[in-house]
């Protein structure tokens, strides 16, 4: 039995968004045996905008009821149903957070009509069910009102079920003909014992693979899904054109786009990321901490309109070490130029941020407000005005005790060792990779023949391939070092 379900609601988010109607329509795999459909007061008012799309006014539902007094019958309508729809995990995300609300797990296995349309009807210009239903002749009455909608889900399902049963071309042979035959074909099937129908062998396997396959992206084949490697590395979510709108990392890339497309969706925009996957492409790094480097470059490099983070390839702050002639050792915040020789021991976003960062380490470390270019005076500080400053700013501390808080400040925000190299897995049995560091400066990594042995740090220098340094690279990097890792190394020179 298949529960066929669409919901209206306030908005697109299931997280802050409440249903304001629901249909169901339960379909035996012949034809549609029973229905349900009521408005739902939200408990918060509709947006004018929804009520332009939907037509369902804050008075059409005030005296409607809430969800919690129909969540039984939803319930057990749609016991031991596959829950299908058009678009099937914004409508099962929405109900299964109704259902969480109340305390309870609302678990069903998912069909998506799209996925479905999207293998039988090949070739479609749109598979939005307004579009589709016109151009394959299903009558859509109520459009953007759940029963208008579920009902032509219904018929549109009941269409696809005709299809898994007659593959034969039509009689001219040309693709539309062979379409509209598939559609309108109905092959005889076996008989229960009871007399009613039996679905063919065809249409079993169709509907399982279609249930099989509902958490993975219309566009995306699955056989593409269980071609993707159980290895390290990045990968990349392109859409239809070919661009790259989302690039990830994993130590298990399979594993890890599964549970992309396991996730329920938040939002109408995640609903539209998954339904834009069109192609799957990766490159193995072998080393996690390679993956890591590399996809943070790539997201700064290529801008993927659904990567949220690490998008900014540009620091223009940072915080800097100088000396001054009493020898006493500075932290300053200011401007990182890319022109500039200078290399700021930390790069920030900006100088607001830049100048809070320096402020925490003055407190937590006792650092000087005016060594550090925090107070500006001629004679003490603020701080040393309260006690709080052991007089650097007045000569009152000599510089070599002060120096070894500053000390402990850097140590704080930078690596361990100034110069080294993390000599990790390749991408094969047969390969390391290489990571540098020099001078407190990511250079880049590479990879070498297992059999490789460097002595010199120039012969490390040799191998890599060049990438630029910024503070999310400094971050994944010192993040990385705290933790062993299996096969790893560091080897330090200086």
């Not at 929804?50 to 129909?70: C, R, Y």
């Not at 998954?274 to 993956?291: F, H, P, Q, R």
């Not at 130029?337 to 960062?357: H, M, S, T, V, Y």
């Amino acid at each position: 039995m298949y529960a066929i379900i669409d919901l209206e609601t306030t908005g697109g988010q299931p997280t802050q968004d409440r249903i304001t109607e629901i249909a169901i329509y339960l379909h035996d795999g012949e034809k549609i045996v029973d229905e349900y459909a009521t408005l739902l007061n939200p408990g918060r008012g509709i947006p004018p905008f929804i009520t332009q799309l939907t037509g369902i006014t804050n008075d059409m539902v005030s005296d409607a009821p809430k969800f919690h007094e129909v969540a039984r019958k939803v319930v057990e309508m749609t016991e031991g149903c596959v829950f299908v729809a058009h678009n099937v995990r914004f409508d099962y995300s929405f109900l299964k957070k109704e259902f969480a609300d109340l305390g309870y797990n609302y678990s069903r296995k998912t069909l998506c009509t799209v996925r479905l349309s999207r293998s039988l009807i090949p070739g479609q210009p749109s598979y939005s069910l307004g579009k589709l239903c016109q151009n394959i002749g299903i009558p859509l009455e109520g459009r953007h009102r759940a029963a208008g909608d579920a009902h032509a889900t219904a018929l549109l399902f009941g269409r696809l079920l005709k299809i898994t049963q007659e593959s034969e071309a039509g009689p001219n042979g040309t693709p539309e003909a062979d379409t509209l035959a598939r559609v309108d074909a109905l092959a005889p099937a076996g008989r229960r014992p009871d007399g009613t129908k039996a679905p063919s062998a065809k249409r079993v396997a169709a509907v399982q693979e279609a249930i099989r396959t509902a958490l993975i992206p219309p566009l995306v084949s699955p056989a593409l899904v269980a071609s993707l490697p159980q290895a390290t590395g990045v990968y990349y979510f392109h859409n239809e054109a070919g661009e790259v709108i989302y690039v990830g990392k994993s130590i298990n890339i399979y594993k890890r786009i599964q549970q992309h497309f396991a996730v329920d969706v938040k939002s109408r925009k995640s609903l539209e990321f998954k339904n834009s996957i069109a192609d799957i492409t990766w490159e193995l790094t072998g080393s996690e901490l390679v993956a890591l480097l590399y996809e943070s470059h790539l997201i700064k490099q290529l801008k993927p309109a659904y990567n949220r983070q690490q998008r900014r390839s540009v620091f223009p702050a940072g915080i800097y070490l100088r000396i001054d002639e009493q020898g006493y050792k500075r932290l300053a915040y200011g401007r990182a130029d890319a022109r500039n020789a200078e290399i700021p021991i930390i790069a920030l976003g900006n100088q607001f941020k830049a100048q809070g960062f320096l402020y925490h380490k003055v407190a937590k470390y006792n650092l000087c407000q005016k060594l550090c270019g925090l107070y500006k005076t001629q004679g003490g500080c603020f701080d040393y005005q309260v006690h709080r400053c052991q007089g650097a700013c007045v000569g009152q501390e000599p510089p070599e005790s002060y120096n070894l808080r500053v000390d402990e400040a850097i140590d704080s925000i930078s690596y361990e060792h100034e110069t080294f190299v993390v000599i990790g897995a390749g991408r094969t049995e047969l390969e390391k990779s290489i990571v540098l560091v020099e001078n407190g400066r990511y250079q880049g990594f590479g990879y070498v023949d297992e059999t490789f042995s460097a002595r010199k740090l120039a012969d490390f220098r040799e191998v890599i391939q060049p990438y630029a340094d910024n503070k999310d690279i400094q971050q994944i990097i010192r993040q990385h070092l705290r933790t062993k890792h299996k096969g790893e190394r560091v080897k330090v020179f200086g």
